[in-house]
């Protein structure tokens, strides 16, 4: 949690033994479910919209959403460039890239197209852009990413909730990829305790868990 920013909830979709990748999530179940908390701002990692980009750039949207939150990327390494699709992809109502000073190569990533926050120096300052997030008038930030940038905002001690969909399967993933693939990445978890906010299971077998942190 950070002192002046916005409520900071991670939902995600997660295998019985905990990865977000390697299982056919239901997506619009997981999108329904996400609509619980109302974001000012989608927060994500640049590995995650890659993931997309393809799909993204084949599929031209309609154009940004007025009624849409703000949709904000940790891209520090300029890798994303897929800026104008996302933009105008239907969900979002504009789009922010969080940039380090430092950064590492900057590449020709259509970035001019682009709002750019610049936190931190050698990556992005998770916790000061949560509060840059929170003075443009965000009060709740929905993280929607992998297990890199949720583990990174969990061991700041940036989340004020975690919501799980856990579907009934495993993702067979083994050795370093099982690892990767953890919904709180590659790092340990703090040590702490969490309180149970909401549990509910669905006739198929998939359980949502919402926990206080
Ligand atoms: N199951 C689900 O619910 C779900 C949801 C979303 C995505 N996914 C899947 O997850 C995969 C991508 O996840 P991922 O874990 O590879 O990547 P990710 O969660 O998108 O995280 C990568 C981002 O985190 C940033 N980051 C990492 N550590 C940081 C730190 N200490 N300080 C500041 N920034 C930090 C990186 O910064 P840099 O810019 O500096 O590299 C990068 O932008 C994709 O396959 C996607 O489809 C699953």
Redesign the pocket.
């Known amino acids: 949690m950070s002192a002046f920013g916005p409520y900071v909830v991670v ?4 295998s019985v033994d905990g990865a ?2 390697g299982f056919a ?1 239901d997506i619009g179940r ?1 999108y329904e479910l996400a609509r619980t908390w109302h974001e000012d701002v989608t927060l ?6 890659l ?2 980009e393809p799909a993204l750039e084949a599929q031209p949207g309609p154009g940004p959403s007025d009624d849409g939150p703000l949709l904000a ?5 300029h ?1 994303v460039r897929a800026w104008r699709a996302l933009r105008d992809a239907g969900y979002w109502s504009s789009v922010v890239a969080l940039r ?1 000073r430092l950064g590492w190569a900057r590449g020709d990533d259509g970035a001019a197209s682009v709002e750019e926050l610049v936190l ?1 120096d050698d ?4 916790g000061a852009a949560l509060d840059a997030l929170g003075k443009r008038g965000a009060k709740v930030v929905r993280v ?9 905002l969990l061991r ?1 001690g940036l989340l004020d909730e975690i919501s799980l ?1 856990v579907h009934p399967c495993l993702s067979g993933s083994r050795g370093v990829e099982s690892v ?1 693939r953890r ?1 709180y ?1 590659t790092g340990p978890p703090p040590s702490s305790t969490l309180s149970l906010a909401g549990a509910e299971a669905f006739d198929d077998g998939v359980v949502w868990l919402r926990y206080r942190c």
């Open positions: 939902h995600v979709a997660v977000t990748t999530p997981f994500t990692g640049a590995d995650t919209i993931a997309q990327v940790v891209d520090s390494r890798r380090s931190g990556r992005v300052d998770l929607d990413s992998g297990g890199t940038l949720t583990g990174a700041s969909l990767e919904w990445g």
